[in-house]
């Protein structure tokens, strides 16, 4: 029998920069999602990333005879010293970008702590697979996704999840995810593996979920990937150093994208309860989403390529943002015109000829889900 596990990606709707001040930030996850399979192996763990061409595979044997620093309870928080541990255990600085010894380092980690805490300390068995629709680096929440897949299936495979994942389970899953995305980033915000995790649309503020809606109205946008990858930790940085030099007027654009925040999740919440005043509620939508993406750009955080987008978008009587970290990543077009006119079309066209990734989703897709396969 085989696990196999999906989790959404995401996209911040409002909010990104911002949330890392306390301010509020609403995500929604995306019909893009990856998938990871599970099997049960003899002796060995072996890691395929697909997307990648990246495989790799240990005798369980041998690494019996490593020393891994001690687990801290039920979740064990990752660290400097476990990070480097596995760095060199495993030889992953021959690995040639950062992007790919993480994603190994990620997953040796939860496969190891998972394993030390809910299979009596032995360490599973497995082979696993992963393939994903999201893009590494552009802010479609690649890194969370898989967390949370590597995460849940290593959780279902000890027996310390249901396969019905009750809300507790994801509650756990979305901890151990948190755990590896500070692999990846650093110091996140814990938005984007609660967004795969739960799906839906999320409300967060102050570093934790204030509200959660498990389903939304189909609504369609435009992720337009402009093919440039970007570092998350600098432009972070870079906002601070931002807010370090005008902190009145940079406070000032925080608390304004704060209350974009605020008054979409209304709006939200309103199409999850009247989906009939659907039309009403995207027209205020598109002036919410052009006057945060000119908020963003105060941040100095976009990039030739995001203007681009945003100009064509304009063109076509469509609202659009950067979303994410900025300086590249992906930007999101609302699939709606306020004259009705219906050119998205020649829209898609003309950015796919500029040499951008255009993909046609859907916002609020369900979380983290679980199925079987027989072998």
């Known amino acids: 029998m085989k696990i196999v596990v999906s989790s959404p990606g995401k996209t911040i709707l409002h909010g990104e920069h911002a949330v890392v001040y306390g301010k509020a930030a609403v995500a929604v996850s995306l019909s893009l999602k990856t998938t990871l399979t599970l099997a049960s192996s003899e002796n060995k763990v072996m890691l395929n990333l697909k997307d990648l061409g990246l495989q790799k595979e240990w005798d ?37 970008s950062e992007s790919e010894k993480l994603a190994f380092v990620a997953f040796l980690y939860l496969w190891i702590y998972i394993s030390k805490c809910y299979n009596n300390g032995s360490l599973i068995s497995c082979i696993v697979d992963v393939e994903s629709e999201l893009g590494i680096g552009s802010g479609m929440g690649s890194s969370a996704s898989y967390s949370v897949c590597v995460s ?12 019905g994942l009750l809300s507790e389970d994801k509650e756990l899953i979305n901890k151990w995810a948190f755990q590896a995305e500070r692999i990846f980033h650093g110091k996140p915000s814990g938005i984007d593996n609660s967004i795969c995790t739960f799906g839906g649309a999320l409300l967060f503020e102050d570093g934790k979920v204030v509200e959660m809606l498990p389903n939304l109205p189909n609504i369609g946008i435009l992720l337009v990937d402009t093919k440039i990858s970007r570092n998350t930790k600098l432009l972070v940085s870079n906002a601070k150093q931002k807010f370090n030099d005008h902190p009145d007027v940079i406070d000032a654009v925080m608390q304004a994208i704060h209350a974009i925040s605020k008054e979409s999740w209304q709006l939200l919440k309103n199409l999850h309860d009247s989906p ?17 993406h000119h908020l963003l ?33 992906c930007a999101i077009i609302l699939l709606h015109t ?17 040499d951008f990734d255009v993909h046609e989703v859907f916002m609020g897709c369900p979380g983290v889900q679980i199925d079987f396969q027989r072998k």
């Open 60 to 96: 369980i044997s041998v690494l019996k005879n490593y020393s891994f620093p001690d687990s801290d309870g039920d979740i064990t928080h990752s660290n400097d010293e476990i990070i480097e541990t596995i760095t060199e255990l495993f030889c992953l600085n021959e690995l040639k």
């Open 152 to 163: 849940t299936a290593m959780l279902v495979f000890c027996g310390r999840i249901t396969p």
């Open 276 to 292: 009939n005043e659907l039309q009403k509620n995207l027209e205020t939508f598109q002036d919410l989403i052009d006057m945060n």
């Open 338 to 354: 306020k004259d009705g006119a219906s050119s998205f079309s020649y829209l898609k066209e003309q950015l796919i000829q500029l």
């Open 297 to 329: 750009c105060t941040l100095d955080i976009s990039h030739e390529r995001l203007d681009k987008i945003h100009e064509l978008s304009k063109k076509y009587h469509c609202s659009s943002k950067l979303t994410g970290a900025g300086g590249g990543g």
